[in-house]
């Protein structure tokens, strides 16, 4: 939970693709208030240091020296939800990293930018 009573946690997503925007709508009212969202394409300078690829994935950066990216962001970010703290003992399962980062890049694919609107 380091960072996260100071703000130090940071989704960067994809504001150009409705699915993220409509799941980060969805999951800002689970998380914590401390977490703060971003369009990386306004905001992605602020972690360049990091040198995140957000043409694979959204990312999870916590306190501007760590940056997760994909599930393993997500994974992570379900500690700031506590709704959803059930599903922590599922997602930190031995297998499920793989599983969780194949699943991830099916929606990436699926949904992601240039893709038809869809509603999830």
């Not at 916590?62 to 599930?71: E, Q, T, W």
């Not at 709704?83 to 599922?90: D, Q």
Request: glycine share 10%.
């Amino acid at each position: 939970m380091a960072g996260l009573r100071q703000g130090g946690w940071v989704v960067y997503y994809d504001g150009a693709c409705g699915f993220c925007r409509r799941w980060v709508r969805r999951a800002q009212r689970l998380a914590m208030r401390q977490v703060q969202w971003r369009d990386f394409h306004l905001h992605g300078g602020e972690v360049a240091h990091l040198q995140p690829d957000f043409a694979r994935s959204a990312y999870l950066v916590i306190d501007n020296r760590v940056a997760l990216p994909g599930f393993r962001g997500f994974r992570r970010l379900l500690l700031a939800m506590p709704l959803l703290w059930p599903l922590l003992a599922v997602a930190w399962l031995p297998g499920m990293r793989w599983l969780g980062e194949a699943a991830y890049r099916f929606l990436s694919v699926r949904y992601g930018p240039g893709k038809p609107e869809r509603t999830a």
